[in-house]
C-alpha cells in the first residue's frame, strides 16, 4: 500500500513513518510539510492512501482534498489534536480520524480499514473492467471449450456440455442450460459460427441443439423429424436444416 504523509510537525511525521514501518506491506512514498507540497506529492505519486493533518501551512487538509478531482483521490485518514473536525473529515468521505497522540494499535486498525478498502475498490474496478468488456463484445471464447455471457449484472463461463440448445429471439438469442434460460443480445448466426459445428448443429433458422443432449429423432412427414432431448423438450427440424441432421443420423448409424 503506497502512502503519503502529510503534516508541519517534524516530530509528528518522524513518528508517523517510524510506526508506518512495521506495518506489513506498506510503503511510504513521500512526506509534505505543508498544503501545496501534499497536492504536488498527491500528482505526482497517486498514492494509495493519506494520512493527512488537517492545519497546514498554505492550504489546510480540507483545501488540500478540494484541490484533488474525485477520479485521483486516494483514501484519506486525518490526523490532528482536534476533534471538533470529525463531522467534516467524515463527510469529506474521509476512511478514518485519528486524534494525536495516537499508538501504533489505534494506527494498525486505520491502516487495516484502508487496506480492506483499498481491495475492496480494485475488486469493483476489475468487476466494471470485465463487465465494459463484455458489453462490447456480448461473448468471447474461454480455454477449454466454454462461452462466456454476461446476463443479468453477472458474468457467467458456460461449458458447451453444459448447454443443450439455443433459441433466436427477435435480436436476442436464449441459451438453455438445464432449468435456466440466459438472454444474449446476439443473433443466431453469429452463435452457430462460434459454437462447436461437430457438438452443435442446426434444425432450424431460430434453433440450434447439442447432439449430446438429444435423446431421439421421431420421423414425421417428408422426411423431416422432431427432435426430443432428454429433459423431454421437443424441437421441430425444418426442411432447409434437414440435410444436417440426415447427416448426424447417418454418421451414427
Known amino acids: 500500500?503506497?502512502?503519503?504523509?502529510?503534516?508541519?510537525?517534524?516530530?509528528?511525521?518522524?513518528?508517523?513513518?517510524?510506526?508506518?514501518?512495521?506495518?506489513?506491506?506498506?510503503?511510504?512514498?513521500?512526506?509534505?510539510?505543508?498544503?501545496?507540497?501534499?497536492v504536488q506529492a498527491l500528482r505526482a505519486y497517486k498514492p494509495d492512501l493519506l494520512f493527512l493533518d488537517i492545519r497546514m501551512p498554505d492550504l489546510d487538509g480540507f483545501e488540500v482534498l478540494s484541490e484533488m478531482p474525485q477520479s485521483e483521490m486516494p483514501i484519506v485518514v486525518f490526523t490532528t489534536g482536534y476533534d471538533k473536525h470529525a463531522v467534516r473529515a467524515f463527510e469529506a468521505q474521509a476512511l478514518d480520524y485519528l486524534l494525536k497522540p495516537f499508538d501504533q494499535e489505534r494506527l494498525h486498525q486505520a491502516v487495516e480499514r484502508a487496506r480492506a478498502e483499498l481491495l475492496k475498490t480494485k475488486d469493483r474496478e476489475a468487476a466494471q473492467h470485465i463487465l465494459r468488456?463484455?458489453?462490447?463484445?456480448?461473448?468471447?471464447?474461454?480455454?477449454?471449450?466454454?462461452?462466456?455471457?454476461?446476463?443479468?449484472?453477472?458474468?457467467?463461463?458456460?461449458?458447451?456440455?453444459?448447454?443443450?440448445?439455443?433459441?433466436?429471439?427477435?435480436?436476442?438469442?436464449?441459451i438453455y442450460v438445464g432449468k435456466q434460460a440466459y438472454l444474449l443480445r446476439k443473433g443466431i448466426g453469429e452463435i452457430a459460427e462460434r459454437l462447436d459445428p461437430v457438438q452443435f448443429i442446426r434444425i432450424h433458422r431460430s434453433a440450434i441443439v447439442n447432439v449430446q443432449?438429444?435423446?431421439?429423432?421421431?420421423?414425421?412427414?417428408?422426411?423431416?423429424?422432431?427432435?426430443?432431448?432428454?429433459?423431454?423438450?421437443?424441437?421441430?427440424?425444418?426442411?432447409?436444416?434437414?440435410?444436417?441432421?440426415?447427416?448426424l443420423v447417418d454418421r451414427t448409424l
Not at 143 to 161: A, N
Open 133 to 174: 468488456y463484455l458489453s462490447e463484445t456480448g461473448m468471447q471464447f474461454a480455454s477449454g471449450r466454454r462461452l462466456i455471457v454476461k446476463t443479468g449484472g453477472r458474468v457467467l463461463f458456460l461449458s458447451f456440455d453444459e448447454i443443450d440448445w439455443v433459441e433466436a429471439a427477435a435480436n436476442y438469442v436464449r
Open 1 to 38: 500500500m503506497r502512502v503519503i504523509i502529510a503534516d508541519d510537525e517534524p516530530l509528528a511525521r518522524n513518528k508517523m513513518r517510524v510506526m508506518l514501518k512495521t506495518e506489513q506491506g506498506v510503503q511510504v512514498l513521500a512526506e509534505c510539510q505543508n498544503g501545496a507540497e501534499t
Open 213 to 247: 443432449k438429444i435423446k431421439e429423432l421421431q420421423p414425421v412427414n417428408s422426411g423431416e423429424y422432431i427432435v426430443v432431448l432428454k429433459d423431454g423438450k421437443e424441437l421441430p427440424c425444418s426442411r432447409g436444416y434437414r440435410s444436417g441432421l440426415q447427416e
